[in-house]
């Protein structure tokens, strides 16, 4: 369709064609960065700029986001050095680039992010270190655009929370292999064995959380929740979303807003919401209590991860413990049927309960 050239396409594309120039010019003169202080001589195999960094003979790569760095990780294997610049419960919506993490992308043999807009305010960096000459990725460039979201919220804007839909974000794992193996052309049957092991598992987790997704009973199958992250996981996972961002700061307009909400919960009997700190206290007590004086009881559901992962080291800090993480506590929250400790047993019961 038309709109789907407009828009987000023209920065994403523009930022794809940097990239592409980039690799090109790696290919070409078997070298880059000769103009780039921070970047020292490499060996003269391959591209040139393999493990030059690092000076360990591995691929030095830069990520953004905890996801990105996960399914860069799992595809890399031992041939990289992986350093994730989004980190803990930094908002890569709103993430600033330091000139320490723009050195580190300049330094790195690849850089790979989300794309879509999603680090909107670190652009002008990739832009700046894919002129330096570095192979910047945006791991979302290779998905069909028609499988992207472009709801109203997002004003023109793709959607960019891929990684709820566990098949789309499988897509992108495979893109990841494919421009490491374009780097690194010695090792892409590893970087490519690694992705399909990877993308078995994603594609069991999927069937899982399509499984138990669809235990909910039908009349209850809302998420109502204070994330615009969900969009993709309600499209795949056959979920409603209903959003209570919305609840206005203005007093008078809030207890409409909250009458409004509880009307839906109470008709739909939603068994439970999910929220977040960025909803007041206040007025998630007056929906619960509303629900009360109209004799339904709504329990606050587990907090869920939306743009970033659990602790680093726990199974909940992994893109799969993640995901299992939500469809599991989802399901539960909702009356549906759903192990207690998720997929693989391996979810904790301390961690955000
Ligand atoms: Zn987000």
Not at 63 to 76: G, K, L, P, R
Not at 236 to 265: C, H, M, P, R, W
């Amino acid at each position: 369709m038309s709109r789907h050239t407009q828009g987000p396409l023209t920065s994403t594309a523009r930022l794809a064609g940097l990239s592409g120039i980039a690799i090109a010019a790696a290919l070409v003169c078997g070298c880059s960065g000769s103009n780039d202080p921070a970047a020292t001589n490499g060996s003269s195999e391959g591209t040139g700029r393999v493990g030059a960094a690092s000076g360990s003979g591995k691929l030095n790569i830069v990520t953004t986001t905890a996801m990105v760095t996960d399914i860069v990780t799992a595809v890399a294997g031992d041939r990289g050095v992986v350093t994730g610049l989004i980190t803990g419960n930094q908002d890569p919506h709103m993430f600033t680039a330091g000139s320490n993490d723009v050195k580190k992308m300049i330094g790195a043999d690849a850089v790979f992010y989300t794309g879509l807009m999603l680090e909107g305010r670190m652009a002008d960096d990739f832009a700046r270190v894919g002129r330096k000459g570095n192979p910047v990725f945006p791991v979302t460039e290779g998905l069909d655009r028609e499988k992207l979201r472009e709801p109203p919220e997002f004003e023109g804007h793709w959607d960019p929370h891929v990684w709820m839909d566990v098949e789309l974000w499988s897509e992108c794992v495979a893109h990841v292999a494919k421009e490491l193996g374009a780097l690194d052309a010695a090792s892409s049957d590893d970087y490519v064995a690694r992705a399909d092991e990877f993308r078995k598992q994603l594609t069991e987790l999927d069937g899982y959380i399509k499984k138990v997704i669809a235990t909910i009973p039908k009349e209850q199958r809302f998420l109502v929740t204070a994330h615009d992250a969900f969009g993709y996981f309600a499209q795949a996972y056959g979920i409603e979303v209903k959003a209570i961002q919305g609840i206005s700061t203005d007093s008078q307009a809030a207890i409409a807003d909250i009458n409004s909400l509880v009307d839906f919960i109470v008709e739909n009997k939603v068994p439970a919401i999910f929220v977040e700190s960025s909803v007041s206290q206040k007025n998630i007590e007056a929906v619960i209590e509303g629900c009360g004086s109209r004799g339904w009881t709504l329990k606050i559901g587990a907090e869920l991860y939306s743009d970033a992962m659990g602790k680093t080291g726990s199974y909940e800090g992994t893109y799969i413990g993640m995901m299992d993480h939500n469809a599991t506590k989802i399901t539960r929250s909702l009356g549906g049927e759903a192990p207690e400790k998720g997929w693989q047993g391996k979810l904790s019961s301390s961690e955000k309960d």
